[in-house]
């Protein structure tokens, strides 16, 4: 039973009934469509995050960056080479995992602080290509005129074609994870010498990831470009990476649907806020209050423990049973461990 | 077939880890390495796995020189180890971690992972049968769904045992597998190691134990300060006082009695 196909999907299936219902209460509002499928774009770009991220550890900046990859490459196919969009999807697949493999395994070595400087930088490098790209990436004004998509040209057939990107994308990372090489990803997370005595090239297991996690980033793109039509040098910036951070950990990273959750809270969130200027006060607030409190996210932690914990007044939810002489270190949240040596 | 330890010299810094060591492990056999804390047994571990860099000297495996064998590539090839301080992720299930053994025999590509296909599928389903055995074996099918940081000490090292054997090696390194183990669980490692050997397995064994390395081993290695002492059958040892003092220490009356226990 425990290793039934419904035991293991469940994540996705959960989303996928979530889903039907929220298709009822939003079919035929535009407005609900339309934020709808935002959640959705940004729900992909916090899953993959959430793979990077919560499960291999690599605190990565450049999501937004690949995510731009993804959406300049398929505008750029379709307005000025008239280009299906559905080859521009292969590319948004494609290019951003043919760049992060290699990035990833030169950095990979380093460690978790150097690490996310340098996607930060990366993600950097990304901006100033688009902004200097000229008439090729549209520079500063942007590229406008992209196409919509021929299967989903309405917001109500965008809304199932962007959600059922989600439900793919989670359906893959869950199987992934419950494989020989998802089982390695998380050694090599807590310890990465231990990984390599179970025989894991770890170098290489951890680049994989990341260009996995660079491809459902890709899609995101895709879809963002395919939905607004326009894509500018402000669109997908290292702000958007860094929501889509705050969306994974706030759902919880290392849990399948915590990114999805992540994503729908803070977008709705958002909508509520007076002004876009106090998004970032309210957002860092957030992130604040669930490190100090949760610091596995809202779907990664043990709640029925906590409340227990707090009645009796001690006993910590999340702290692991200390063994003598374990000798393994672990922080906190765990998820940057091991990842540099 | 066996694994060649030759004038093998470990440095760090300007300290010498091991000196000019020297260990032929054949298949099938079991030979032990003993010596006080600091001798570099562990360092000869890390350096046939490749964990530590050789400055001089050679290993090779089955005739092969790895000194340009990554370590990874090493535990495809048939190796296999168990560290002194079980290096393991407290809230992984003990059915999980021993699972994770069996990354070397996986043929899983990661897109087929992703899609999860028949093949992988069924490799997986292969996998967690030959996991069961092994927890069956190792009598910890109760504990299965237990995270590896609520059981005892004893248990994790069994769990580290099983975890390495679930690839089926050729060579077996375990870096004092009996500590902490109650009296039946250590019987029950012992007739694994001696079972393991009999199929043709080359152990090489760490022990602080000395009943037990004499029950195992064919042939016994003393280490002393990173250099080899002396070296043969655990019983001719027993004689030499070199051994005695550099060992067991003063009072060899007393450890002697303990170890025919």
């Known amino acids: 039973m425990k290793h039934s196909f419904v035991t293991r999907q469940r994540p996705t299936l959960v989303l996928m009934a979530i889903l039907a219902i929220a298709s009822v209460f939003t079919y035929g509002h535009a407005f609900w469509l339309d934020n709808s499928i935002v959640i959705a774009i940004f729900a992909l770009m916090a899953i993959s995050v959430g793979l990077c991220y919560g499960q291999a550890g690599i605190l990565s900046m450049a999501t937004a960056g690949f995510a731009s990859v993804g959406a300049f490459g398929t505008a750029i196919l379709t307005t000025r080479y008239g280009l299906s969009p559905y080859i521009g999807f292969g590319f948004a697949v494609v290019a951003p995992m043919l760049l992060a493999y290699p990035i990833a395994r030169a950095l990979t070595r380093l460690s978790p602080m150097p690490l996310s400087m340098a996607t930060f930088l990366l993600s950097g490098i990304f901006e100033i290509a688009v902004r200097e790209g000229g008439d090729f990436t549209g520079g500063y004004i942007g590229l406008s005129g992209i196409p919509r998509l021929s299967i989903a040209d309405t917001a109500q057939s965008m809304h199932f074609l962007a959600w059922g990107l989600v439900l793919l994308a989670l359906f893959l990372c869950v199987n992934l994870m419950h494989s020989s090489h998802g089982r390695a990803i998380k050694t090599a997370r807590h310890d990465a010498l231990r990984a390599t005595a179970d025989g894991v090239a770890v170098p290489h297991l951890l680049a994989s990831t990341f260009a996995v996690s660079a491809a459902i980033a890709g899609v995101a793109g895709w879809l963002y470009a395919h939905h607004l039509t326009y894509m500018g040098p402000d669109s997908l910036t290292t702000q958007v990476s860094i929501q889509a951070m705050l969306m994974a950990v706030v759902g919880g990273a290392q849990t399948f649907l915590g990114p999805v959750v992540g994503a729908a809270l803070l977008l709705l969130l958002t909508l509520n806020l007076p002004a876009a200027e106090t998004q970032g006060m309210v957002f860092g607030g957030i992130l604040v209050t669930v490190l100090l409190f949760t610091p596995r996210g809202l779907l990664g932690t043990n709640w029925k423990a906590l409340m227990r914990g707090r009645s009796s007044g001690r006993e910590e939810p999340f702290a692991r049973p200390a063994q003598p002489g374990s000798g393994a270190a672990i922080s906190g949240t765990s998820v940057t461990d091991g990842v540099g040596s | 077939m ?72 090493r535990i495809a090839c048939g190796l296999a180890r168990t560290f002194q301080t079980p290096r393991f992720d407290p809230l992984v299930t003990v059915e999980e971690a021993v699972l994770c053994g069996f990354y070397p025999v996986s043929r899983a590509g990661m897109l087929g992972a992703l899609v999860r296909t028949p093949a992988v599928a069924k490799e997986e389903r292969d996998h967690l049968a030959a996991c069961n055995r092994l927890l069956e074996h190792f009598k910890l099918d109760d504990m299965r769904d237990a995270v590896l940081g609520e059981i005892p000490m004893g248990q994790v090292r069994l769990v580290e045992v099983a975890r390495a054997i679930a690839n089926q090696p050729r060579y077996l390194l375990l870096d004092e597998p009996a500590a902490g183990l109650a009296k039946p669980e250590q019987e029950m490692l012992t007739t694994e190691i001696r079972r393991l050997a009999e199929t043709g397995v080359g152990i090489l064994l760490v022990e602080h134990n000395f009943a037990l390395v004499r029950q195992l081993s064919d042939h016994t290695v003393v280490l002393d300060r990173g250099a080899m002492l002396i070296e043969g059958r655990p019983e001719k040892l027993m004689q030499d006082p070199r051994f005695v003092e550099a060992y067991l220490g003063a009072s060899h009356q007393d450890h002697s009695e303990e170890a025919a226990r």
Do not use: C
């Not at chain 2, 694994?3 to 010498?16: E, T």
């Not at chain 2, 260990?23 to 571990?45: E, H, M, Q, W, Y």
């Open chain 2, 2 to 73: 066996s694994i060649i330890v030759d004038r093998v010299n470990v440095r760090f810094g300007g300290v010498s880890a091991l000196t000019d060591v020297s260990i032929r492990l054949d298949s099938g056999r079991v030979v032990s390495i003993i010596g006080p804390n600091g001798a570099g047994k562990s360092t000869l571990f890390n350096a046939i796995t490749g964990l530590a860099a050789v400055s001089d000297g050679s290993v090779r495996i089955d005739d092969t020189d790895v000194a340009t064998t990554p370590p990874y590539r």
